[in-house]
């Protein structure tokens, strides 16, 4: 802390903002690019100065490089060596018999529904604050997605109301890590075991969490990560499936291989019989992942404690530097969350904010290329479940009165201290500007 949060005198709102931050105008170049509409896509630039701050950044270092040119120089671009130990190294962090490298975390949803036999007429219970992927999976599969609000601490499906959602046509509980916090997932998977119904961990925000000694992705049935870049670890695109069953394993490995049957790590056996490469068991997919795409997997594996730790930086600097502003509620950790994979860092704005304010809040930082992002709109309200389902709006009233007030904000490993603080002195005039128009 230690920080002025006005100056003396008071700032004037309507004041430049450049101003209002001791910048020099260099900072406020109007003819910069500005941090688009599309600011969840992450922004290469690293220095501020010249190019805003991104919402999130890619970590590569030169290992990702050299990992890239070996592959690229054997001449083995898919199903090879490269896939093999990045799916070891994630099995091995999470502790878990089992990695199945896939092209997306949605897909790996995808396959996993599909082994565990969920389709039409079943429902799955998650979560309607999450990125859209996690309920599409079930959508994909024909059946019905139930949602559950959530718990306002820990912005994941609130437990009770799990257990008050199941019914004789429950086939799974598909839970979600929002923004990584792993809260409620051993309850989540207790709830399952005594209803026999498999638990789904969507663990694409919290790859390396550990709650009460155990490790995200490894709560449930199966897990899935996802190495989007903006995630703790990238592959550019690309996902993990993990899971302790081996008929699951099995079946997750010939469904990304266009429903070949597999033998051992996923190989394909030679001639023309049952388990060749032109032979297909089940109907299946390409979900694979590229050699090239593993070998920045198995590099950024090498480096997930670095890069975790980067990211808890980054999340100290942001709680230290926002604590002290009454309009903003900040993410908290549960005490049993040994480690903490911060995936993004979401602000909420305090009760009575409405989502015109929030709004103009992130349109504020975005006009001084602070890369912004509305993390995330309610499952339930999105154009495509209007028509599916057709909930109406006060469905689900905390996860709605959250989500019209949360912000993301710029978050990697490496962000600086003076990107931090820029970030933090730019709400922070935004949202007592809004805290005075609402009052004038
Ligand atoms: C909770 C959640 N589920 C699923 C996905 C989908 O992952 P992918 O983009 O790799 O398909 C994401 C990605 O952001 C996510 O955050």
Not at 76 to 101: K, N
Not at 142 to 160: E, K, M, Q, R, Y
Not at 191 to 206: F, G, R, T, V
Request: hydrophobic share 40%.
């Amino acid at each position: 802390m230690g920080y002025p949060k006005k100056e003396a005198a008071g700032p004037d709102p309507q004041a430049p903002l450049f101003l209002l931050l001791g910048y020099s105008q260099s900072f406020y170049l109007p003819k910069r690019p500005r941090v688009a509409d599309n600011a969840h896509m992450p922004n290469m630039s690293t220095n501020s100065a010249n190019h805003g701050i991104p919402l999130s950044q890619p970590n590569i270092s030169k290992l990702e490089e050299e990992m890239v040119l070996e592959v690229l120089r054997s001449g083995r671009l898919s199903i090879g060596p490269m896939q093999e130990r990045f799916e070891e190294l994630v099995a091995q962090r999470c502790g878990t018999t089992h990695a199945i490298a896939c092209s997306s975390g949605t897909s790996g949803l995808h396959m996993i529904l599909i082994a565990l036999g969920i389709g039409p007429g079943d429902e799955v219970i998650t979560t309607p604050f999450s990125f859209i992927a996690s309920s599409n999976a079930i959508l994909y599969v024909g059946a019905t997605p139930v949602f559950v609000d959530i718990c306002p601490t820990s912005l994941n499906a609130h437990p009770g109301k799990i257990e008050q959602a199941i019914t004789p046509r429950t086939k799974a509980i598909l839970a979600v890590e929002a923004f990584g916090n792993p809260r409620h997932m051993d309850t989540y998977a207790k709830i399952a075991a005594k209803n026999e119904i498999p638990l789904i961990e969507d663990s694409c925000e919290a790859l390396g969490t550990v709650y009460r000694g155990q490790r995200a992705g490894a709560f449930g049935r199966a897990g899935v990560f996802g190495f989007y870049p903006n995630k703790q670890i990238t592959t550019g695109e690309g996902g993990m499936i993990v899971t302790n069953d081996d008929r699951l394993a099995d079946t997750c490995r010939s469904l990304r291989n266009q429903g070949r049957a597999v033998t051992g790590k996923g190989s394909v056996a030679a001639g023309s019989g049952a388990g060749s490469w032109l032979h297909h068991d089940r109907l299946g997919f390409n979900y694979r992942m590229s050699e090239i795409n593993a070998a920045i997997g198995v590099a950024q594996m090498m480096r997930l404690d670095e890069l975790i730790q980067g990211r808890n930086d980054a999340a100290d600097l942001y709680i230290e530097r926002l604590l002290d502003i009454p309009e903003l509620i900040l993410p908290t950790v549960d005490d049993d969350c040994t480690i903490m994979s911060w995936f993004v860092f979401v602000v909420r704005l305090a009760a009575g904010y409405t989502r015109e304010e929030r709004d103009r809040v992130i349109a504020g930082l975005r006009i001084h290329d602070i890369g912004a992002g509305d993390y995330f709109p309610c499952i339930h309200l999105q154009p495509i479940y209007q028509r599916a389902l057709g909930l109406p709006e006060g469905s689900f009233p905390i996860a709605e009165s959250v989500s019209q007030r949360t912000l993301a904000l710029p978050f990697y490993a490496g962000i600086t201290k003076q990107d931090v603080d820029i970030v933090a002195q730019t709400l922070e005039l935004m949202v007592s500007r809004e805290n005075l128009s609402r009052r004038n």
